[in-house]
């Protein structure tokens, strides 16, 4: 089993939906959590720290379920220039474990 | 501040030869990641240099190697280069977890062409 995992997608939404993936991960001990956004051929960025149970930036909304070990990244109001993949990645529980990428989620918002 | 920078952009290799791609970290930055990228794929990572000792590594032959240097840049070597060897090769930094950070950052890759 992958320490994390999503569902590659692709998620084919029209503009103004709202979309929501989930990825799961499977060490208990992991502390922290990030969503990150890749454009295709270009490198991640970050788009948000989930630290706590969750946070909020305009349009993007994150959570984290420690009990089920899972965290979700919420879009509302979708726009043709959200069309990316969306990779979840996870913190180490010390600071002598590397951060861990899942595959990543595509979305293509459709006009 | 300057991001991580990653040279060079483009590599062009054959088969059989060596690679050298370099990566310089975010200025305080200690840690060192190198991942692969081959086209259409996901993120793989190959290896993770933390002040200036490799802490872990992927799922990749020992023919993949890397060190970094005491100001924290890094080096990864690719040796007797393969055809699928060809991908996008990121780096990324970020603070030392007992630092208090824990985001990463990334260049915007190497792309190796082996022919």
């Known amino acids: 089993r992958k320490e994390v995992e999503q569902d590659p997608g692709p998620f084919n939404v029209p503009e103004g939906a709202t979309v929501a993936f989930n990825c799961t991960y499977s060490?208990?001990?992991?502390?922290?959590f990030f969503w990150y956004r890749q454009d295709c051929r270009k490198e991640p960025k970050l788009l948000m720290s989930?630290?706590?149970s969750g946070n909020e930036d305009g349009r993007f909304t994150a959570q984290l379920n420690r009990a089920s070990q899972y965290i979700s990244l919420l879009i509302r109001d979708s726009k043709l220039s959200d069309s990316a993949t969306y990779l979840c990645?996870?913190?180490?529980?010390?600071?002598?474990?590397?951060?861990?990428f899942g595959s990543g989620t595509r979305l293509q918002v459709q006009p | 501040e300057a991001g991580v920078t990653q040279s060079p952009t483009h590599l062009i290799k054959t088969r059989g030869q060596q690679a050298t791609l370099r990566c310089s970290p975010i200025?305080?930055?200690?840690?060192v990641y190198w991942y692969q990228q081959a086209l259409g794929l996901g993120l793989q990572f190959l290896l993770w240099?933390?002040?200036?000792?490799?802490?872990n590594r992927g799922n990749f032959p020992p023919r993949f190697s890397g060190r970094q240097f005491p100001n924290y840049s890094s080096e990864l070597n690719v040796n007797a280069l393969e055809l699928e060897d060809s991908a996008l090769y990121l780096c990324?930094?970020?603070?030392?977890?007992?630092?208090?950070?824990?985001?990463?950052?990334f260049g915007q890759g190497t792309r190796l062409t082996v022919v």
């Open positions: 989930v630290y706590s």
């Open positions: 990645v996870s913190s180490p529980d010390t600071g002598r474990r590397a951060l861990t």
């Open positions: 060490n208990s001990a992991s502390q922290s």
């Open positions: 240099y933390d002040e200036g000792e490799e802490r």
């Open positions: 200025s305080g930055h200690t840690s």
């Open positions: 990324a930094s970020n603070k030392n977890f007992w630092v208090g950070g824990t985001e990463a950052f």
